[in-house]
Every structure is written in structure tokens, then in C-alpha cells.
């Protein structure tokens, strides 16, 4: 079969489908110039205001955005702004205002290439292609590719973002229980301390620090978000000597060597180790 | 168009009301969405009735629900995915005050009890004689509360007696999901704090918030 293409009918149907690509192609950089130019003259061009309809997009940049506000420690103000006026603005450009523009400009193109006698150039339905086009075809697009990337990207997020959270946890708590160590090695043993020794303590059962002297002989679990799945830190302790110790601490996480020996048995998760002398600590990370 | 006018208009009253009501954009951007997908289907309703052909009305309401399905989950899978990085940005903050604060406060304790413990004889300082000769904080002379200001955290000598010294840090940023009427150091509510208390039994560290 030959693919030919007629050139004389494109030329005398003003609606033919490629021209209504011409049309939604040059609306579509219409609109952007007047997006960018409106933002820019009511001197309010930010990555958030925009007339595309994308507003779940633009919502979450706008949460994302006020969480680095806050993560910065600045106070966060509830209050409209022209991001918000844009916002509303482009749902009601994108759901309301263009389809209805859309089906029109449909319906009617339907309608002229049925007419026999049609003899003037269809400006209303070139514009109506050209103004609502873009925007549906937007929708359309990012309503079949939207839910499939951002889901890959939520997966990914999730995954990379829990690891870290769950490493900076588990550092936190291992900075704890050194301090509990520290603090044992200081207190005098008459007051349950090691009274200046980790190691060969003046008392009767076990002479070396343990992790129950220092209330980490369970796995500490700790809520730090509400909706965080936070995972327990695990610690073991070896004392080298009566000042010198060291503790390490894993998680349930896969770390980034999957054949790394953790300390408590287990295999490729994470894990850190901190060095303790009695007044300083240093801590290093072993899978991460 | 009357119906464009109007449903507009319900969709702006729709995102305001919402806005001025709950601050949350996101909220006020779900209720102006879910104005606009009973403005569409309705509109959808109404232009796919006779005498709209039935292979015209197959396509378009096929096209219109795929497009409709894809965008409910694209939102769906925004606000989830925004308020993750919300929580988690949250958290991460959270993390990092508590590993500060931790290693602001910790040399202070290990220091004192450590400098307290190596005292031998009879003529042993109080615990608070000496913190006040080893701190980094300008205690002055007498046991009274001082600040110090490290970036948004605020560090504060809270109680200062000859057998009990304790330290507070205290951050800036309110926490969302915890103790919102916690009471802080200085006054105001829901910030994140810790709190180091030295005493002769040794250190003991709290999360507080």
C-alpha cells in the first residue's frame, strides 16, 4: 500500500486534522507567551503561577515549597497570594472553560465540512481550536502519562527518602546511647555507675558495661512522623578496654552492600559504628 | 455559557471558601476540582444525549473517562506524593535539631560530670560550681536562665543548684503531629525541645518535643 499524501485537499480544508494541529500548536505558544507575560507584568513570575491547568501539580510544588519554608525555620503565613489567583484561574480556564470550547469547535468543524457551499475561511473554529486545543490536549496528556510517572516517582521517593531518614534516625539514637555511655563511665558505682571504667567494674555480677547498664538492651523505637515508617534501631557493644568501647547500630533497612556482615548476625542492612572514649565519641557509617 | 458563568463562579466561591476556611491549598484546590467534575459530567451528560449519534456518544464517553480516571489518580498521586515530601522534610528537620542539639548539649554533660567525678578530697565543688567553670555559657554569677541563640535553635540553662544542672535546646519550628500544646522553655507552644539534665547519678537525655 502507498502512502500519498494529498496535498490539494490538505490545501482547499482549512480543518483538516493537520492544520488543527497548526492551530492547537500555535495557540499553545500563545498561551505561553501570555502566561509568562502576565506573571511578568503583575511582577508575580514564580514557578507556581501559571494558567496551564496542572493544579494538583502546582499545588504540591506550593506544599513542597512552604515545607522548605519551614524546614528553613521560617514561619509560614496561610495567606491568598497571586500563585492563588492563578490557581484557581487555571481550573477554571482547564475544566470549564476549554472542553466546552473544545466540543464546540468539534461540532462545529463536523458541521462545515458537511456544508457544500462553504466558501469563507472558518476563523471562529480555528480560534476555538487554537484557544481550548492546547489546554485539552494538556489535560489529556498528562491524565494518561501524569499517573504512571508520578507514580514511579512516589515508588522511588518513598524508597530513597525512607533510607535516609531511617540512617539520620539510627545516628541520632547511637549518638544517645554513647551519651549514656559516657555518663555510666563518669557516675561513681555506688550510684550504679562504672565509676571511672568500662571495663573491670568494682561490683559484684557483670564487671563490664552492658547495653542494659545503659537501657539499650532493647531495640528503641522511636515516632518521629505520624505517618513515617520509622524502623527500630538495634545496638550491640564490645569494650576494648576500661576507657575504650564501641557501639554499633543496625537497621531493618537494605543497606547499599547487600553482602555486608552486620554486627548482630544479620545481613546487608544498615549500619553505623560509634568509638567511644569517655569524653568524645567519633561515629562512621558502614552501610548505608 | 450561563452554565460556564455559573459553574465558575462555584468553583472560585468553591476554592476561596475552602482556602479561607482550612490555609490549605491543597484542600481548596480538591474542592475547586471537585466542582469542576460535576460541572464536566454534567456537560458530558448533556452533549452525548440524542441526537448524538451512538458511536459519537461510545467515543466521547470512552475518551472522557479515560481522561477522567487519569487525572483523579494523577491528583490522587500528587497530594500523596506532596505530603510525603512534606512529612519527610518535616521529619529530616526534626532528625537533624535532635543531632544538634544532642552535640551541643552532650559536651556540656560529659564535661561537667566528667570534671566533677575526677574531684578527690574534702574540698569537693557542687555540680553547679562546676558547670559554671567548665560551660561554654555565660552563667554569670548567680543560678539564673540564659540564652544562647545558634541559628533557629535557642539553648537555655534552665535549673542551676549545687546537685542538679539542666540544659535545654529548644528550636524554632513548630511540630506537626506531636505535642502541639507543649509548653516550651520560653513561652510558646509545639516547638521541638530537648532537655539534658546532669546530676551526680549521671546524664540523662529527653526528647521533649
Redo the contacts between chains.
Keep these: 500500500m502507498k502512502f500519498k499524501i494529498n496535498w490539494q485537499r490538505i490545501k482547499s480544508d482549512p480543518l483538516h486534522i493537520l492544520w488543527i494541529t497548526g492551530y492547537v500548536m500555535a495557540g499553545g505558544f500563545v498561551l505561553g507567551l501570555a502566561n509568562t507575560g502576565l506573571a511578568r507584568i503583575i511582577g508575580a513570575a514564580t514557578p507556581h503561577t501559571t494558567l496551564i491547568p496542572v493544579p494538583h501539580i502546582v499545588s504540591g510544588g506550593m506544599l513542597i515549597a512552604e515545607a522548605l519554608e519551614r524546614f528553613s525555620g521560617h514561619p509560614i503565613f496561610h495567606t491568598w497570594r497571586v500563585e492563588h489567583t492563578f490557581l484557581v484561574a487555571s481550573i477554571i480556564l482547564g475544566y470549564i472553560v476549554a472542553l466546552p470550547i473544545f466540543l464546540w469547535a468539534l461540532r462545529e468543524r463536523s458541521r462545515w465540512r458537511q456544508d457544500e457551499h462553504r466558501k469563507k475561511f472558518p476563523v471562529k473554529i480555528a480560534l476555538g481550536f487554537g484557544s481550548s486545543g492546547p489546554i485539552v490536549v494538556f489535560i489529556a496528556i498528562t491524565a494518561v502519562t501524569g499517573p504512571i510517572l508520578s507514580s514511579a516517582v512516589l515508588t522511588s521517593l518513598k524508597s530513597a527518602q525512607t533510607l535516609q531518614a531511617n540512617i539520620d534516625a539510627l545516628i541520632s539514637d547511637a549518638n544517645l546511647v554513647a551519651l549514656k555511655a559516657q555518663s555510666f563511665y563518669f557516675v561513681s558505682t555506688k550510684e550504679g555507675g562504672g565509676g571511672g571504667r568500662w571495663k573491670n567494674i568494682d561490683r559484684e555480677y557483670v564487671s563490664e558495661i552492658t547495653l542494659k547498664d545503659i537501657e539499650a538492651e532493647s531495640p528503641i523505637t522511636r515516632i518521629y512522623g505520624s505517618s513515617f515508617p520509622m524502623k527500630r534501631s538495634e545496638f550491640a557493644l564490645e569494650v576494648y578496654s576500661e576507657d575504650s568501647l564501641a557501639i554499633w547500630g543496625t537497621r531493618n533497612d537494605r543497606g547499599s552492600d547487600a553482602n555486608f556482615a552486620n554486627k548482630n548476625g544479620q545481613r546487608g542492612k544498615i549500619e553505623i559504628h560509634v568509638t567511644v572514649s569517655p569524653r568524645n565519641f567519633h561515629l562512621s557509617v558502614d552501610n548505608n | 455559557m450561563i452554565w ?1 458563568l455559573a ?2 463562579i462555584l ?2 466561591m468553591a ?2 471558601a475552602t ?2 476556611t482550612t ?4 484542600d ?2 480538591i474542592a ?2 471537585i466542582v ?2 460535576v ?2 459530567i454534567g ?1 458530558l451528560y448533556r ?1 452525548t444525549r440524542p441526537p448524538t449519534s451512538s458511536t459519537q456518544r461510545r467515543w466521547t464517553i470512552a ?1 472522557s473517562s ?6 483523579i ?3 490522587n ?20 535539631f ?2 544538634v542539639a ?2 551541643m548539649l ?2 556540656e ?3 561537667t ?2 570534671e ?2 575526677a574531684q578527690h578530697g574534702l574540698q569537693r565543688k557542687s555540680l553547679g560550681d562546676v558547670f559554671r567553670e567548665t560551660t561554654k555559657f555565660d552563667t554569670g554569677d548567680s543560678a539564673v536562665v540564659v540564652g544562647k541563640e545558634w ?2 535553635m535557642s539553648m537555655f540553662v534552665s535549673s542551676l543548684s549545687d546537685t542538679e544542672v539542666v540544659l535545654v535546646a529548644q ?3 513548630t511540630i ?3 505535642d502541639s500544646h507543649f509548653k516550651n522553655f520560653d513561652g510558646r507552644y509545639g516547638m521541638t525541645q530537648d532537655r539534658l539534665r546532669i546530676t ?4 540523662e ?1 529527653e ?1 521533649q518535643n
Design positions: 460556564i459553574s465558575s468553583v472560585a476554592f476561596i482556602f479561607l490555609g490549605n491549598t491543597w481548596a484546590a475547586g476540582g469542576s467534575l460541572f464536566v456537560f452533549i475518551i479515560i481522561v477522567i480516571v487519569g487525572t489518580l494523577h491528583w498521586i500528587m497530594y500523596r506524593m506532596t505530603q510525603w515530601q512534606y512529612d519527610t522534610l518535616h521529619l529530616i528537620r526534626k532528625i537533624i535532635h543531632g544532642q552535640g552532650q559536651p554533660g560529659v564535661n560530670l566528667g566533677y567525678a541559628g533557629h528550636d524554632s519550628i506537626d503531629g506531636e551526680k547519678r549521671g546524664l537525655y526528647i
